[in-house]
């Protein structure tokens, strides 16, 4: 990791969001650093869903700034597209495709949107299910996992 906690990737400088008269991100501000792994918790209701969709643009805000890599995020148009092809996100209440493998899962994305070839999707799907303790679920279906039913996703978005 080149950098690590000194290169800022995800910059949030005084964000709000309300949703009618509820405050919901009240002047958030963090820093997220290249190669820094970051868990957001909180009780229901806290805006930790709200932010995520914030940092990926899938949720406007009221006030501040959001910068990603030194960029601040696009309203709409190529720039967000770009952007929503580079930043991976997993919902809370996340829908894999039945029909396929946990490693055909998290492979999808690196094929369709990045056009890796297969073999090199593989092999980043597998580093990155590693990187989570579940490599060794990569031939099962979504259904044959642990906690299948759950609202936790055991996957890493890539």
């Known amino acids: 990791m080149v950098g690590w906690g ?11 969001k309300h949703f009618g ?12 650093h290249r190669g820094e ?9 806290s805006g930790k869903s709200t932010l995520c ?3 990926n643009r899938l949720e406007t805000i009221d006030d501040g700034v959001i910068t990603i890599d030194g960029v601040p995020l696009p309203a709409e148009g190529p720039a967000l597209a770009k952007l929503r092809a580079d930043v991976g996100m997993v919902f809370q209440s996340f ?19 990045r056009r890796r070839t297969r073999a ?12 989570v303790g579940v490599a060794d679920q990569a031939a099962k279906m979504p259904s ?12 890493p978005a890539l």
């Open 6 to 16: 000194m290169e800022p990737l995800v910059v949030v400088d005084h964000v709000n």
């Open 95 to 113: 829908n894999l495709f039945a029909h396929k493998t946990i490693l055909e899962n998290v492979t999808l994305g690196q094929l369709k949107v």
């Open 37 to 45: 792994v970051v868990v957001i918790i909180g009780p229901s209701g």
């Open 120 to 131: 090199v999707a593989n092999q980043r799907a597998m580093e990155l299910l590693d990187r």
């Open 53 to 55: 969709r914030a940092i």
């Open 144 to 155: 044959q996992l642990s906690g299948a039913s759950s609202s936790e996703s055991p996957l």
């Open 21 to 32: 008269e509820l405050h919901v991100l009240k002047d958030i501000t963090t820093t997220i």
